[in-house]
């Protein structure tokens, strides 16, 4: 996440870079085993499956980004992927508080740090941010990702992204509100 300030306006980007190259290398990788494979009869499944999920993540990954501008007194929510374009705009009266969401996800995990079935809990943490209006509606700061880190990574970032919430709440002029989702799971 990336914020651009000045005095009447801040801008918010979210890349969807990271994505395209996943996309990009998983779609080359599938394309690759294809290749190398002399007849598709002995193509595992699994290769399709590769390609498949590169094409997707490079369709609908997208990029966000919003300005908020003093002056207009308004939030412009620009997101963008390659099949899909839109543009919302929201009155900073309308909007109730910025809400911080901190989430714990549950893995299964073997030595290798590979997901199985059987093996080690190990857990991640993350965190997603909304614009939150007066009538419930959520206004994805983030572009709908959801990353998770490991609990040390976690811990680092916790006050750089209460500070980013704190800046765009202290910038449209109201709340934070945050929301600990990490103690639902059992450690």
């Given amino acids: 996440m990336?914020?651009?300030?000045?005095?009447?306006?801040?801008?918010?980007?979210?890349?969807?870079?990271?994505g395209i190259v996943l996309g990009v290398a998983l779609t080359i990788v599938g394309v690759l085993i294809l290749m190398k494979t002399a007849t598709f009869a002995n193509v595992p499944t699994w290769v399709g499956y590769l390609?498949?999920?590169?094409?997707?993540?490079i369709l609908f990954v997208k990029s966000v980004k919003i300005t908020l501008n003093k002056d207009a007194g308004s939030v412009t929510v620009f997101s963008?992927?390659?099949?899909?374009k839109s543009t919302e705009e929201y009155k900073f009266s309308d909007i109730d508080r910025v809400e911080m969401r901190m989430f714990k996800k549950k893995e299964n995990r073997n030595r290798n740090n590979s997901v199985v079935s059987l093996g080690t809990v190990s857990y991640s943490f993350g965190y997603q941010f909304f614009l939150m209006t007066k009538n419930g509606e959520e206004v994805d700061i983030q572009g709908g990702s959801k990353i998770s880190y490991p609990k040390a990574v976690f811990e680092r970032l916790h006050e750089k992204n209460k500070q980013i919430a704190?800046?765009?709440a202290t910038f449209i002029g109201i709340p934070v509100t945050e929301i600990d989702n990490t103690a639902e799971l059992a450690s």
Wanted: proline letters at 0%.
């Fill in 2 to 18: 990336k914020i651009e300030k000045t005095e009447k306006v801040m801008v918010i980007k979210n890349s969807s870079a990271a």
């Fill in 51 to 57: 390609f498949l999920i590169g094409i997707l993540v």
């Fill in 80 to 84: 963008k992927s390659i099949v899909k």
């Fill in 166 to 168: 704190d800046n765009v």
